[in-house]
């Protein structure tokens, strides 16, 4: 964690910020996704606000997210993604991020729920009210992030990406 630091947001309560300079393609952050949540290994009363910020992962896996994973903000325009290698996850730069910056993603990426919420990113290209689901996005959104699904979610929604995937290559 020496490369970033968890601190007040502007976007929302606390937030992921670089303490150095990332390449675009750099990994920031390895994910520990050990802390599965089921019925075996519910989830108990923690301290503080975000205790409980969990992701949904491939075949309904439930993962509590560890410090400072778990304060990393959403945005319109995020500067990470999401990337498998080897079988675990990476938060990686998709743009060159400066010191300073606040690490951020688009929580819809391999997303399916239906969770709505007004965003506050504040950035020139936020859609204000977010619908927690990939195929709700405007198209040229899900043509933008279509490289960065998991290949979990991939799978999972086969045929809606393939759909995407025919209505790119009419393009």
């Known amino acids: 964690m020496a490369d970033v630091i968890v601190k007040e947001s502007e976007?929302?309560?606390?937030g992921v910020f670089a303490t150095r300079d990332f390449a675009r393609g750099e990994?920031?952050?390895?994910?520990?996704?050990?802390?599965?949540?089921?019925?075996?290994?519910?989830?108990?009363p923690e301290p503080g606000e975000y205790a409980y910020h969990c992701d949904y992962l491939a075949d309904g896996k439930i993962i509590l997210l560890p410090l400072p994973e778990r304060h990393i903000n959403s945005s319109c325009d995020p500067s990470t993604f999401v990337k498998w290698i080897d079988?675990?996850?990476?938060?990686?730069?998709?743009?060159?991020?400066?010191?300073?910056?606040?690490?951020?993603?688009?929580?819809?990426?391999?997303?399916?729920?239906?969770?709505?919420?007004?965003?506050?990113?504040?950035?020139?290209?936020?859609?204000?009210?977010?619908?927690?689901?990939?195929?709700?996005?405007?198209?040229?959104?899900q043509i933008e992030y279509v490289s960065l699904l998991s290949d979990w979610?991939?799978?999972?929604?086969?045929?809606?990406?393939?759909?995407?995937?025919k209505r790119i290559d009419k393009r």
């Open 27 to 44: 990994t920031i952050l390895v994910i520990d996704d050990s802390r599965v949540v089921d019925e075996e290994h519910p989830l108990r």
């Open 11 to 14: 976007i929302h309560a606390l």
């Open 153 to 165: 979610f991939i799978k999972e929604h086969s045929e809606k990406v393939e759909e995407l995937r």
């Open 87 to 141: 079988g675990v996850r990476h938060v990686v730069a998709r743009r060159d991020i400066r010191t300073g910056e606040e690490i951020t993603y688009d929580y819809i990426i391999d997303c399916h729920g239906g969770i709505v919420w007004e965003c506050n990113c504040k950035s020139p290209r936020c859609r204000k009210t977010i619908v927690s689901s990939f195929f709700e996005l405007p198209e040229e959104w």
